[in-house]
């Protein structure tokens, strides 16, 4: 009957193994446990009611479940939780193998806030285990990230641990930079709670220093921020304890005790029996004993040191056995000093307080002047094996700043590269799409043969003129820079104006477009007839041919503004007679003025004009501006317009000058002075009139 059994029961299951195999070919017979479980394992791994072996057994089965899962944030934050629990629980090989697992994690989906919060949980490791240069490398790890990532108070408290293991390998300069680094992050945060632990560790350092002045400065700082805090009972009493201990040292025992009085003074201290509170009597006693109150100092010191024999203080024990063998000592007891500094030596090994224990070799060697030798011995080589390991682990601080703003440097060096390339390639991509532009835009200018050959035949005419120019001589220069000017300022302003006329009308055959085109071609013939009387201008009598001068500038400036559609506006003094000027002045002004108006149309982009002509007897003054587009003197070469307007304000014997600035338009002011004969010319049109 078993057997029969078995076998039915052997049968289904292949057949049911069958069937799924057939429907999941492509599917994981096992799903991973979900991810609230494996919350909830870590949750009981951290669980302090449970014993240490079944917290692990939750953590590990967190552990394997967590590797089964696809690498993702959430992935990464159990791992980061589980490194911390076994940290917790103090199991240093799991923990390392955690917070890489970790770290990888983080490094493959790129998440700089996790990488740095787990260089920080090994730093803290570091830290416990007393190996302050690891430690300093993965909290210099984790501020560098957080500074990456704009965090400015994770990078402050990261900043302020930094400090604190510089002060303890006496790197006190390092300890004070970094702590002011973290001051500066901290202040625009109005962090109270890190800014006092900050001018609290500056405290301790300048003690050390013995600056003693600057040390309470930075203790009373720290004071008034933990005054700040609603819960700062603790922060407050540690602050006095400090200043306490600081007049100790300094021999200010009456001073000490005010403030090792208002510590014990509050309730709470006296509550929980810890080790600050058997520290703070056993300071107590050591001031009192200091100022002849023996018997109290003494019950005091009694009741301390069996408090932290209790609470298995040693560090807190060696301070004790030490300050009481310097009492006995000072008071020519030599055999209680001797018992108490052996006591001192003792608990200083067995709490690794090097610095106690220095103390303790150095007074052994004057309470036991039989094995002195042996003693300074004993501190010499402990002095320099601390002083060669302290250095070196400061060597191994700057060497770890170096390396790491070396690697630095070189990302920078190398995120240059990449942008000098990418400058390349932008500049290659935009010259060939510059070329593209102009070469289409050529193609579409070929349809402007007839301004296209005017302005060839212009400038042939022109080349030739300064062919031919060179060949003259030097008496004839100047008379040929002066029909270059009046080439440039009369047929070429009128050509470029006659170019956009046509260019507007290009390809348009409406009666309007015809009638404007008609209009344009009797502008080129007034423009021949315009390059035939500058031709007859070259004698002086030409000059004098330039009659009724303000009509003349109204019609320059309504037929200019009338082609390019924007307002002018003329002013001029009446009680002058403009007429009655000679014709160099006015064919020179007329000129200027023309260039001027041409530039505020073609470069200004001017909607309107305005000129203004005064004069008295002794100069004229014309002044005429725009509202365009403006542009910022004094930069770049001069354009030959304005080299033409100095030329000929110059043969007045006058002067010019511009002001502009972008989007503010331009104003030009020119200024000619009247000679002795215009002068009595026009007195006595004035008498005529």
């Given amino acids: 009957m078993n057997c029969r059994y078995k076998l039915f029961w052997l049968l289904l299951g292949m057949l049911c193994t069958m069937a799924g195999c057939n429907q999941n070919t492509n599917k994981h ?20 009611e449970l014993s240490p072996v079944t917290r692990k057994e939750y953590l590990l089965k967190a552990y394997e479940a967590n590797s089964l899962l696809d690498v993702d944030s959430l992935a990464n934050q159990s791992m980061s939780r589980l490194s911390l629990a076994f940290l917790d629980l103090n199991d240093s090989l799991w923990f390392r193998k955690t917070n890489a697992d970790a770290m990888k994690m983080a490094r493959q989906i790129k998440d700089s806030a996790s990488l740095a919060g787990l260089h920080w949980d ?15 490398y993965h909290f210099y790890k984790a ?20 400090a604190v293991i510089q002060a303890s390998v006496k790197d006190y ?12 992050l901290l202040k625009p945060l109005n962090e109270i709670r890190n800014l006092g632990h900050c001018y609290n560790n500056l405290g301790s350092i300048t003690k050390e220093l013995e600056e003693y002045n600057q040390a309470i400065a930075y203790y009373n700082q720290a004071m008034e921020y933990y ?35 208002k510590v014990l003074a509050d ?39 069996a408090l932290q024999d209790s609470l298995a203080d040693l560090s807190g024990l060696s301070r004790s056995h030490y300050n009481l063998a310097t009492y006995f000592y000072e008071n020519d007891d030599n055999q209680q000093a001797l018992d108490h500094i052996r006591k001192a030596e003792g608990f200083a090994l067995e709490s690794d307080n090097n610095k106690r224990l220095l103390e303790s070799i150095r007074l052994l060697a004057v309470l036991d002047p039989e094995n002195a030798s042996v003693y300074s011995g004993r501190y010499i080589n402990l002095s320099d094996s601390l002083a060669v390991e302290e250095r070196a682990i400061r060597n191994k601080f700057a060497r770890i700043r170096f390396e790491t703003d070396e690697f630095k440097a070189q990302n920078q060096l190398l995120e240059r590269q990449r942008q000098l390339w990418i400058g390349i390639a932008a500049g290659i991509i935009l010259l060939a799409l510059a070329i593209f532009i102009i070469i289409s835009q050529r193609v579409r200018n070929q349809k402007l043969n007839f301004e296209r050959q005017q302005q060839e035949a212009n400038l042939e005419i022109f080349n030739l003129m300064l062919a031919q120019n060179q060949k003259m001589e030097e008496g004839k220069q100047s008379e040929q820079k002066r029909i270059s000017e009046e080439l440039h ?16 009308l290009n390809n348009k055959t409406d009666k309007a477009s015809m009638e404007m085109r008609d209009k344009a071609i009797t502008r080129l013939q007034e423009l021949q007839e315009e390059v035939r009387t500058i031709s007859h201008e070259l004698n002086d009598a030409s000059y004098q041919k330039f009659h009724n001068f303000i009509l003349s500038l109204e019609e320059l400036l309504k037929k200019n503004s009338e082609d390019a559609g924007i307002r002018y506006k003329l002013k001029y003094d009446e009680d002058v007679h403009w007429d ?12 200027c003025l023309q260039e001027c108006i041409q530039n505020a149309i073609k470069h200004g982009q001017a909607t309107e004009i305005k000129l203004e002509l005064q004069g008295n007897a002794t100069q004229l003054h014309l002044e005429h501006s725009d509202n365009g587009i403006g542009f910022r003197t004094g930069r770049g070469k001069k354009g030959i317009g304005h080299r033409n307007i100095e030329s000929r304000v110059k043969k007045l014997n006058g002067s010019w000058k511009i002001k502009s600035n972008p989007g503010k338009g331009t104003t030009v002011h020119i200024f000619v002075p009247l000679s002795s004969h215009e002068m009595k010319i026009k007195a006595a049109a004035s008498e005529l009139s």
């Fill in 227 to 261: 005054q700040q805090l609603p819960e700062n009972k603790a922060l407050e009493r540690s602050i006095l304890n400090n200043i306490g201990v600081l007049y100790q040292e300094q021999g200010k025992d009456r001073e000490a005790l005010e403030y090792f009085d």
């Fill in 267 to 305: 309730q709470g201290m006296e509550a929980p029996y810890t080790s600050q509170y058997a520290r703070l009597l056993a300071n107590r006693a050591y001031s009192l004993l200091r100022t002849g109150a023996t018997t109290e100092g003494m019950d005091t010191f009694g009741r301390a040191i």
């Fill in 489 to 504: 300022d009369a047929v070429l302003g009128e050509m470029n104006g006659i170019r956009m006329v046509l260019l507007a």
């Fill in 29 to 48: 017979v096992t799903a991973p446990p979900a991810k609230d479980s494996i919350t909830t394992w870590i949750v009981q791994g951290r669980n302090d």
């Fill in 173 to 184: 300069t390092g300890s004070e930079l970094s702590t002011f680094q973290a001051i500066d």
């Fill in 580 to 591: 009655d000027l000679s014709g160099e002045i006015k064919i020179n002004l007329y000129r």
């Fill in 143 to 162: 501020k560098e990230l957080y500074s990456l990532m704009n965090k400015p108070l994770n990078e402050a408290r990261v900043l302020y641990n930094m």
């Fill in 122 to 136: 090994l730093a803290v490791f570091f830290n416990i285990k007393s190996v302050p240069d690891s430690a300093y």
